[in-house]
């Protein structure tokens, strides 16, 4: 009788397994910044979920670093490596040191509420077709990206993705590979931006079913535009790096010209509120997007 049983209970097993724990890695490469990676540690120790191994790519050439991560070694799995500058020279070298099966890549001044590793994961779960899901930008005033989900194209990537909200399978990566390292802050190019669309880009070049979903968010402070000396400089910069992307996926002349048009746009509207430093800034984006496009 016990041994019917057992067999009864096997067969069950069999054909409702459990699913197996999801392992995430997060790879996180940092520069300068210390009081933002100490509140993000703060609050990816609060995660509901907690299989997860965090790898800290670090950019300084001291150890500032080392009393942030210390309180935190005996409860977070922390690889802790060492890059040189350029992001996506860091996220490639951590990308060599992820063993987890769904890999994520928040800022080094982003933060998690409590759920959000479950959210994702729960979503994968749910959907085992889908490669990878992305989510949205939680700013203080509660701004979002795209507010209805759905698949990423190459038409709506741009706002339906940002570093920190892209969780994707393992298999994603062995897909697509590293990420560009012409792209990305710091980089050499000088294009420094784009480079998370072009890894999004080329994972659908792969055929990877990437959806987007508007309830999962990673909170973000809010990007100023600071009347500083670098202001232009950086816009410039990121400028060619969205440039840069448009040609090197082969956009149609027509949507370039919408994304130049937007920066134009943006520049004028500034100059009509007489908001000088702004119009300047949006006026290197627009000269950006020209170059890196050109470029």
């Known amino acids: 009788m016990m041994s019917e049983i057992s067999q009864e209970l096997t067969a069950a097993i069999a054909s409702n397994p459990v699913p197996a724990p999801i392992e995430v890695s997060l790879v996180l490469a940092t520069l300068s910044r210390t009081d933002e990676l100490a509140n993000f540690l703060v609050y990816l120790d609060g995660q ?24 935190y070694q005996t409860r977070i799995p922390i690889k802790h490596v060492r890059s040189a500058p350029g992001l996506s020279r860091a996220r490639n070298v951590g990308l060599t040191h992820a063993s987890g099966d769904v890999i994520t890549f928040p800022d080094d001044d982003c933060w998690y ?41 190459r038409s709506n990537v741009w706002g339906r993705a940002i570093s920190s909200t892209i969780f994707v399978r393992e298999s994603v990566v062995k897909k697509v590979g590293k990420f560009d390292e012409r792209l990305g802050v ?46 232009a400089q950086r816009g410039y910069r990121y400028g060619r790096g969205l440039g840069y992307t448009l040609r090197k996926h082969r956009y149609p002349v027509w949507y370039v010209g919408y994304v130049l048009l937007r920066a134009g746009s943006g520049m004028v509207v500034s100059l009509a509120k007489f908001d000088i430093a702004r119009a300047k800034y949006y006026g290197a984006v627009l000269r950006g997007r020209i170059s890196g496009w050109l470029g």
């Open 48 to 71: 509901s979920y907690r299989n997860f191994e965090l790898i800290v790519v670090d950019q300084n050439d001291d150890g500032r670093l080392l009393p942030i991560l210390a309180p």
């Open 113 to 153: 509420d409590p759920d959000t590793l479950q959210t994702a994961i729960n979503l994968l779960q749910q959907h085992p077709e889908w490669d990878g899901v992305t989510g949205a930008y939680n700013w203080p005033e509660g701004h979002l990206f795209d507010r209805r989900s759905g698949f990423l194209d």
């Open 186 to 231: 710091g980089s050499d190019s000088g294009f420094w931006s784009g480079e998370e669309t072009d890894y999004l880009l080329r994972a659908l070049e792969n055929q990877c079913r990437i959806c987007y979903q508007h309830q999962l968010l990673v909170n973000h402070p809010p990007v100023s535009l600071v009347n500083d000396a670098n202001l």
